[in-house]
């Protein structure tokens, strides 16, 4: 999930796996799978490395977890 802002200062939470393109208008327009879509303060590339740090700490928390953390006592 990445937390962004939109052009009124309040704040968006949009799930980043949706994300099906993002255009430059000047501002960030992103646009989602359904076709909805949210323009938003942040830049292209701090939205590309938002994502980026998002997958990083999914593949981190993966990493972490055992097939011990799973079993039933």
Do not use: W
């Amino acid at each position: 999930m990445l937390k962004l802002t939109r052009l009124n200062d309040t704040p968006v939470v949009i799930n980043c796996n949706q994300i099906m393109a993002i255009e430059i208008i000047p501002e960030s327009k992103i646009i989602m799978m359904n076709r909805d879509f949210y323009i938003v303060k942040e830049s292209v590339d701090e939205i590309m490395q938002k994502i980026i740090a998002y997958h990083a700490k999914i593949i981190d928390v993966g990493r972490t977890i055992t097939v011990s953390d799973y079993r039933e006592s």
